[in-house]
C-alpha cells in the first residue's frame, strides 16, 4: 500500500503553497528549461523584438534550426515554395508557435521517454494533445469571455496535467497508488491524490511551471484546471481548458459505442464561457479532423 496513507490530510486546512513546499524536496532533480527557451522568454514579451531577434536565437542551436525548418516546410503549413531560411521560417510559424515547439521540445526531451511505460505514455499524450486542441477551438469561440490566445490555449491544453507525468516520473510509488484506487473504486484520480496525500497533481504542475517561467495562462490552467474557481480574475480563462479536458474525456475516450452524457458539459460551456450547445458540439466534430494536424506538429517537437 502506498507509503503516504500516513500522510492522509484535509486539504481544506492547507493553501497550494503550503502543499508545494511538500514536496519541493521529492523533484529537486527537476530540470531546469533548455537555454533556447530560457532566451527567447526572455525578449518575447518586450514589444520590440522582432522575428529576426528570435530567428537569431534559434540559429545558436542546430537542432532546434533543424526542426523549425522542417515544420515550416511540413506539410501542416503547406506552403508552396521551401523555405531555407531560420529568419523566413520565424515569419511562416509565427513567434508564439516556435516558442510552443521549443518548450515542447524541452519537455519530450526530459520527460518523453516512452520506453518506461509505453500504455502509460500513449494515454497521456493522446489526452493531453485532446485537450490542447479542444482548448485552441474554444479560445475562438468563447473569446466574448475569455482572452487566451489561441497558441498559448493549445500549449496550456497540451501541459495541463505536466503533474500526472511528473508524477509518474519522479514519485511513481503515489502515481501506482493513486491509479491502482481510483481503478478499483472508480473515482476521478485527483479526488484520490486529494484523500490520500498531501499534494495532487496541480500542485506538482504548478511547481513546473515556476520552474519554467512558463506564462500566466499556462500557470494557471496548470494549477486550477480542476478547480476553475478558485483561480480570482482567471476563473473563464482556466474554464476554457477545463472544459476541453473534460471534453477531451467524456467525448473521445468513451466507447464509441456509448453516446457520452455532454448535459454538464453543454451547461458548463454556456454559462463559463458563453458557447451554444450547438457550438460545443461543432468543436467536437472539428477536434476530430483538427487532431491529427496537431499531431504532425507535436511528433516534429518530440523527432530528434
Ligand atoms: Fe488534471
Ligand atoms: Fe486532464
Not at 500500500?1 to 502543499?19: G, H, S, Y
Not at 485532446?130 to 496550456?156: D, H, I, P, W, Y
Not at 503515489?174 to 485527483?190: C, G, M, N, R, W
Request: aromatic fraction near 8%; proline fraction near 4%.
Amino acid at each position: 500500500m502506498n507509503t503516504n496513507t500516513k500522510n492522509t490530510v484535509n486539504q481544506e486546512t492547507k493553501q497550494p503553497l503550503d502543499r508545494l513546499s511538500g514536496i519541493i524536496d521529492r523533484v529537486s532533480n527537476l530540470p531546469t528549461p533548455p537555454l533556447v527557451y530560457q532566451q527567447i522568454n526572455k525578449v518575447i514579451n518586450d514589444p520590440r523584438t522582432s522575428a529576426f531577434d528570435i530567428a537569431a536565437i534559434i540559429t545558436e542551436d542546430a537542432a532546434m534550426s533543424a526542426k523549425v525548418l522542417k515544420l515550416s516546410n511540413s506539410a501542416y503549413y503547406g506552403l508552396p515554395k521551401q523555405v531555407t531560411s531560420i529568419k523566413k521560417a520565424v515569419i511562416v510559424l509565427g513567434v508564439e508557435a516556435v516558442r510552443s515547439l521549443v518548450l515542447y521540445t524541452g519537455v519530450f526531451k526530459f520527460f518523453g521517454d516512452e520506453k518506461l511505460d509505453p500504455m502509460f505514455h500513449q494515454e497521456y499524450w493522446r489526452h493531453s494533445l485532446l485537450t490542447a486542441v479542444g482548448s485552441k477551438l474554444f479560445a475562438c469561440k468563447g473569446a466574448g469571455m475569455c482572452n487566451v490566445e489561441t497558441e498559448q490555449a493549445f500549449s496550456a491544453g497540451l501541459l495541463h496535467d505536466i503533474g500526472r507525468l511528473l508524477m509518474h516520473i519522479y514519485i511513481p510509488e503515489d502515481f501506482a497508488a493513486v491509479t491502482k484506487l481510483s481503478e478499483e473504486k472508480q473515482i476521478d484520480p485527483f479526488e484520490v491524490e486529494n484523500q490520500l496525500l498531501d499534494y495532487n497533481h496541480c500542485d506538482l504542475g504548478s511547481l513546473f511551471a515556476q520552474r519554467w517561467k512558463l506564462p500566466d495562462v499556462i500557470g494557471h490552467a496548470i494549477q486550477y484546471h480542476h478547480t476553475p474557481a478558485e483561480a480570482g480574475e482567471e476563473w473563464n480563462n482556466v474554464s476554457l481548458i477545463s472544459l476541453a479536458d473534460k471534453i477531451a474525456v467524456s467525448a473521445f475516450d468513451v466507447d464509441e459505442e456509448e453516446d457520452a452524457d455532454l448535459t454538464d458539459i453543454f451547461e458548463e460551456a454556456e454559462n463559463n464561457l458563453g458557447v451554444s450547445a450547438y457550438d460545443v458540439r461543432q468543436t467536437i466534430a472539428q477536434l476530430r479532423e483538427e487532431y491529427s494536424k496537431a499531431e504532425t506538429f507535436v511528433r516534429m517537437a518530440k523527432d530528434n
